[in-house]
């Protein structure tokens, strides 16, 4: 598939995430327990349009699942264990967290990184984009330090990814909470937005990203 994606995308270098490239921002988990969480994973429904994140939902706390998450890649700190579906295409925007994110690729999909070091006065130039194609059957581990947002589809069936984070990430917050630093916009996620995300503009997100709003094309099935 990643042959596919690359000859849709002549203009973006997409690599491999078990690739050199991919160690400045993350890692792959190769002992993550991917056949019990792809099987919990089941039940979530890919929206027919857009994309559903729930940041948080018990079917996927397996109290088993969660218990060896923490310990083994959180140092026993708590996580919740959520998930994101959908049929994004686009770059739209660039988050980032305090601690790391674990993704689970239930599906193939792209994702679109960036790297803190390349924000200038909390602005980002997609010029430092790197593309990383991640198959179906991969958990990562993305540090803290990796700017990113929701992964992009490789076909026209949409994609679904598992979503760990620390908990209470992604929560409302409170404007007594936000203090004055402009890219915090929930508990736990500063956000960088592209002009072109309506949703983002709309809530007020600092718009941060520079350049154009990257497009991955994807096959039809």
């Known amino acids: 598939m990643i042959e596919i994606v690359k000859e849709r995308n002549p203009n ?5 995430v078990d690739s050199a490239a991919f160690k400045t921002y993350g890692r792959i988990l190769h002992d993550f327990p991917y056949e019990q969480m792809s099987e919990l994973m089941r039940e979530t429904v890919i929206p027919e349009q857009g994309n559903q994140y729930v940041p948080s939902k018990e079917e996927l706390e397996d109290d088993r699942i969660k218990k060896f998450i923490e310990n083994s890649y959180y140092g026993g700190m708590p996580v919740q264990i959520g998930y994101c579906d959908g049929n994004n295409s686009s770059l739209g925007g660039l988050e980032f967290h305090k601690g790391s994110e674990i993704n689970v690729a239930v599906t193939d ?3 679109l990184l960036g790297h803190m070091n390349d924000v200038v006065d909390h602005t980002y130039d997609v010029k430092n984009i790197q593309v990383f194609y991640v198959p179906e ?17 490789v076909s026209d069936e949409g994609f679904k990814c598992t979503v760990i984070l620390p908990e209470g990430t992604n929560l409302p917050l409170a404007q007594s909470q936000r203090g004055h630093d402009p890219l915090l916009f929930m508990k ?9 995300h309506e949703r983002f503009m709309a ?3 600092h718009e941060g990203i520079v350049g154009e709003n990257i497009t991955v094309a994807y096959s039809k099935l």
């Open 203 to 205: 809530q007020g997100a």
């Open 109 to 111: 999909f792209v994702l």
């Open 137 to 153: 059957g991969t958990a990562i581990e993305m540090y803290q330090t990796t700017l990113h947002l929701a992964p992009c589809k």
């Open 12 to 16: 973006l270098d997409v690599q491999s």
């Open 188 to 196: 736990n996620k500063w956000l960088l937005a592209h002009r072109e």
